[in-house]
């Protein structure tokens, strides 16, 4: 006998972080297709997406140093996926592979992780593809995708 | 084993801090603490840190906020012992710099409860319930007998019981509870980095709040708090180099786990029956009072920072801990000998039942505790001068207890 499951348990259990005022701004500012980074006024250094502590020298940023990048980007390394999970334990093969990439945005320091559409090689200059209906929110930005 | 002191601690502002993740509240303590120890982010050789497990949703967030807190490149370790962690987290620090592993160590505890979708504390309580829930699966036991456990409430569905346990046992009535639970909230108005602030607050208000499950009023439950606390520990050697002026001394510390009092969960049975004898608390305290070379707690310890999310527990630990005898707390309520005037001031702080970040609690009470000995505890310092005092926590599968003595000079000064 084996007990795999229970039911009618009189409470849910969820999470709802909460992601802080930096990157809610960073989220807010999809809604213009902007991109936001975090300059240090100590160090110089960029992190994308922007945060209060400096992961270079730990100094405090403030909402003033959070700046505007033109979204453009440099493929830095990149991967190819064959096949996606299906939501329900298994998998599906994908017809064509997927490009993942590790992206320097322009003006950035720090790299981001994003799918890529079209002949990405290292090197390539990528521009952000957002979604039709952009609301501020995660979802937005749905990849990136090679300059022709 | 050296010579260890604290040489700065930090706290958030604790309460519902929607305004930032759980990184940024860490480095908001962490950096507090570092300043108020006057020192560099270079100086700190080692990290220690904990939280309650899974409250947070983030299985190993000090992966994630290493960098915010100047982590990188350094040696670091995470505990989890359930309620206790901010305790267990802080001895973790202390033997860290006792052994000679390291000078310069700092420790910080911390939990963000308003990460969870439902009320309160509910979405972290019931992901640790639900690691007991899959013991009880293993035997197929019914969902629905789940119910009446004091499982079901984790933390304070137990303590419900124990307080029942208590009463029966010490003959103190819900009207004492409702004085602690008033006191508490006293204290907390005057701590700025408190959750539950309520000055000038009477018994008889908290007797008015409803009762939610016998014996325990809506006034006498802690919140559900975002926090984080911390601590920097140094070696004799290490406060000298870096002209550390104010400290307070780690005495003695002592963790000891009770049999499992959690009614039995898997309906086996539990040689534990009355809920109230925290045998852990009794072990901890007189093996902390020994390695600090305390032989009357009552009247060599100045003052003790308990954990107590609810009253009873802060009347049924000031017991085991050895400064009022078995069943009489009580009546030191009555005669106001808790109060933060009074001659055994008992969490000046407010305490865990107006500030529960459960994490950071147990952190929080060797802060407090320290705060005092230095003389910087602000509006909540009590009157009398204060030599040794006590930090204590309670967590685990609710049996297990931290003690922490702390002085004003080293041992066997
Ligand atoms: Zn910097």
Same mark, same amino acid.
Request: net charge negative.
């Given at each position: 006998?084996?007990?795999?499951?229970?039911?009618? +348990?009189?409470?849910?259990?969820?999470?709802?972080?909460?992601?802080?005022?930096?990157?809610?701004?960073?989220?807010?500012?999809?809604?213009?297709?902007?991109? +936001?980074?975090?300059?240090?006024?100590?160090?110089?250094?960029? !992190?994308?997406?922007?945060?209060?502590?400096?992961?270079?020298?730990?100094?405090?940023?403030?909402?003033?140093?959070?700046?505007?990048?033109?979204?453009?980007?440099?493929?830095?390394?990149?991967?190819?996926?064959?096949?996606?999970?299906?939501?329900?334990?298994?998998?599906?093969?994908?017809?064509?592979?997927? +490009?993942?990439?590790?992206?320097?945005?322009?003006?950035?320091?720090?790299?981001?992780?994003?799918?890529?559409?079209?002949?990405?090689? !290292?090197?390539?200059?990528?521009?952000?593809?957002?979604?039709?209906?952009?609301?501020?929110?995660?979802?937005? +930005?749905?990849?990136?995708?090679?300059?022709? | 084993?050296? @010579?260890?002191?604290?040489?700065?601690?930090?706290?958030?502002?604790?309460?519902? @801090?929607?305004?930032?993740?759980?990184?940024?509240?860490?480095?908001?303590?962490?950096?507090?603490?570092?300043?108020?120890? =006057?020192?560099?982010?270079?100086?700190?050789?080692?990290?220690?840190?904990?939280?309650?497990?899974?409250?947070?949703?983030?299985? *190993?967030?000090?992966?994630?906020?290493?960098?915010?807190?100047?982590?990188? %490149?350094?040696?670091?370790? @995470?505990?989890?012992?359930?309620?206790?962690?901010?305790?267990?987290?802080?001895?973790?620090?202390?033997?860290?710099?006792?052994?000679?592993?390291?000078? #310069?160590?700092?420790?910080?505890?911390?939990?963000?409860?308003?990460?969870?979708?439902?009320?309160?504390?509910?979405?972290?309580?019931?992901?640790?319930?639900?690691?007991?829930?899959?013991?009880?699966?293993?035997?197929?036991?019914?969902?629905?007998?789940?119910?009446?456990?004091?499982?079901?409430?984790? $933390?304070?569905?137990?303590?419900?019981?124990?307080?029942?346990?208590?009463?029966?046992?010490?003959?103190?009535?819900?009207?004492?509870?409702?004085?602690?639970? $008033?006191?508490?909230? @006293?204290?907390?108005?005057? =701590?700025?980095?408190?959750?539950?602030?309520?000055?000038?607050?009477?018994?008889?208000?908290?007797?008015?709040?409803?009762?939610?499950?016998?014996?325990?009023?809506?006034?006498?439950?802690?919140?559900?708090?975002? %926090?984080?606390?911390?601590?920097?520990?140094?070696?004799?050697?290490?406060?000298?180099?870096?002209?550390?002026?104010?400290?307070?001394?780690?005495?003695?510390?002592?963790?000891?786990?009770?049999?499992?009092?959690?009614?039995?969960?898997?309906?086996?049975?539990?040689?534990? #029956?009355?809920?109230?004898?925290?045998?852990?608390?009794?072990?901890?305290?007189?093996?902390?009072?020994?390695?600090?070379?305390?032989?009357?707690?009552?009247?060599?310890?100045?003052? $003790?920072?308990?954990?107590?999310?609810?009253?009873?527990?802060?009347?049924?630990?000031?017991?085991?801990?050895?400064?009022?005898?078995?069943?009489?707390?009580?009546?030191?309520?009555?005669?106001?000998?808790?109060?933060?005037?009074?001659?055994?001031?008992?969490?000046?702080? %407010?305490?865990? =039942?107006?500030?529960?970040?459960?994490?950071?609690?147990?952190?929080?009470?060797? #802060?407090?505790?320290?705060? *005092?000995?230095?003389?910087?505890?602000?509006?909540? *310092?009590?009157?009398?001068?204060?030599? =040794?005092?006590?930090?204590?926590?309670?967590?685990?599968?609710?049996?297990?207890?931290? #003690?922490?003595?702390?002085?004003?000079?080293?041992?066997?000064?």
């Amino acid at each position: 006998m084996g007990v795999d499951r229970y039911s009618g +348990l009189p409470f849910v259990a969820r999470f709802r972080w909460n992601v802080g005022k930096t990157m809610e701004k960073f989220y807010r500012s999809f809604a213009e297709k902007k991109i +936001l980074a975090a300059r240090c006024e100590k160090c110089g250094y960029t !992190v994308v997406p922007p945060r209060q502590i400096c992961p270079k020298c730990y100094s405090t940023i403030s909402e003033e140093n959070l700046v505007e990048l033109s979204g453009k980007g440099v493929v830095e390394s990149l991967t190819e996926v064959a096949f996606k999970l299906d939501g329900k334990g298994g998998y599906i093969w994908l017809e064509k592979p997927e +490009l993942l990439a590790a992206i320097r945005l322009e003006g950035a320091s720090s790299t981001i992780f994003a799918r890529v559409e079209g002949e990405a090689k !290292v090197g390539s200059e990528v521009e952000p593809v957002w979604a039709e209906k952009i609301e501020g929110k995660p979802s937005d +930005l749905i990849s990136f995708k090679v300059v022709e | 084993m050296r @010579r260890v002191a604290i040489i700065g601690c930090g706290q958030s502002k604790h309460g519902r @801090r929607t305004d930032v993740n759980q990184a940024e509240l860490v480095a908001e303590a962490v950096w507090a603490a570092i300043e108020d120890a =006057n020192i560099g982010p270079e100086d700190i050789e080692a990290y220690a840190v904990g939280n309650m497990q899974g409250f947070g949703g983030i299985c *190993q967030p000090d992966l994630v906020f290493a960098d915010y807190i100047a982590a990188g %490149g350094k040696a670091m370790q @995470r505990v989890a012992t359930g309620g206790t962690v901010g305790g267990s987290t802080a001895h973790l620090g202390y033997y860290e710099v006792a052994s000679g592993m390291y000078d #310069v160590v700092l420790a910080v505890s911390w939990e963000k409860h308003t990460d969870s979708a439902e009320p309160g504390a509910t979405t972290g309580l019931l992901h640790v319930a639900f690691a007991n829930l899959s013991y009880m699966m293993k035997i197929g036991m019914d969902m629905r007998s789940f119910a009446i456990m004091g499982l079901a409430g984790a $933390a304070a569905g137990i303590s419900a019981y124990q307080a029942a346990f208590y009463m029966a046992r010490s003959g103190c009535r819900i009207e004492h509870f409702d004085m602690v639970a $008033a006191k508490a909230r @006293r204290n907390a108005a005057k =701590n700025k980095y408190a959750h539950l602030k309520w000055p000038n607050c009477t018994p008889e208000d908290i007797a008015k709040t409803e009762m939610l499950i016998w014996p325990m009023r809506f006034g006498h439950v802690c919140p559900a708090s975002d %926090g984080a606390s911390c601590v920097i520990y140094a070696n004799e050697d290490a406060v000298r180099r870096l002209g550390v002026k104010e400290v307070a001394w780690v005495k003695g510390v002592a963790a000891y786990a009770d049999e499992e009092a959690d009614q039995g969960e898997s309906y086996q049975g539990t040689a534990v #029956v009355d809920y109230s004898d925290q045998t852990g608390a009794i072990l901890s305290a007189k093996k902390a009072y020994e390695r600090a070379g305390i032989k009357d707690p009552r009247k060599e310890i100045d003052m $003790a920072e308990i954990y107590a999310p609810f009253p009873h527990q802060e009347l049924m630990f000031s017991e085991r801990l050895g400064f009022f005898d078995d069943g009489t707390a009580w009546k030191a309520v009555e005669e106001g000998v808790t109060e933060i005037d009074g001659d055994f001031p008992i969490c000046p702080s %407010g305490g865990v =039942n107006t500030t529960n970040a459960i994490g950071s609690s147990g952190m929080q009470r060797v #802060v407090e505790a320290a705060l *005092q000995i230095m003389g910087k505890a602000e509006d909540h *310092q009590v009157p009398k001068d204060v030599r =040794n005092a006590v930090a204590h926590a309670w967590g685990g599968q609710v049996q297990f207890n931290t #003690v922490m003595v702390l002085g004003d000079r080293p041992k066997g000064w």
